[in-house]
């Protein structure tokens, strides 16, 4: 249970950078940070990429929710490599 307090600040939100998975994709870096959310998970991660020497984020929340968090972990990076793959560095521009 202390894992996880670590990874979700104790209060049941997404975890810090600093103690998430972070993974390398195409040029992008994906960190994994799933949302609990009583005894399920919410996918969630952040895309971040070095563009013209500055640094673009972009956030990734969807409805899915996975049982356990390894699980979520791998649909957090699932999912942020599919937006990656469809969109490309589309998502870093405003709406």
Same mark, same amino acid.
Request: glycine share 12%; charged share 30%; hydrophobic share 35%.
């Given at each position: ?7 979700? @600040?104790?209060?049941? @939100? !997404?975890? !810090? ?9 195409? @040029?992008?870096?994906?960190? +994994? ?12 991660? =952040?895309? $971040?990429? $070095? #563009?013209?020497?500055?640094?673009? &984020?972009?956030?990734?929340?969807? +409805?899915? =929710?996975?049982? @356990?968090? *390894?699980?979520? &972990? +791998? ?6 490599? &599919?937006?990656? *793959? $469809? &969109?490309?560095?589309? #998502?870093?521009?405003?709406?």
């Amino acid at each position: 249970m202390t894992f996880l307090k670590k990874l979700f @600040g104790g209060a049941g @939100g !997404s975890g !810090s950078k600093n103690d998430a998975l972070t993974e390398e994709y195409e @040029g992008y870096r994906i960190t +994994a940070t799933p949302i609990a959310e009583g005894n399920t998970f919410r996918v969630s991660a =952040t895309i $971040e990429k $070095e #563009i013209g020497g500055d640094t673009k &984020q972009h956030s990734l929340i969807r +409805a899915d =929710t996975v049982q @356990g968090l *390894d699980a979520a &972990q +791998a649909a957090c990076f699932r999912k942020a490599k &599919q937006v990656i *793959d $469809e &969109q490309g560095d589309r #998502i870093f521009r405003a709406r």
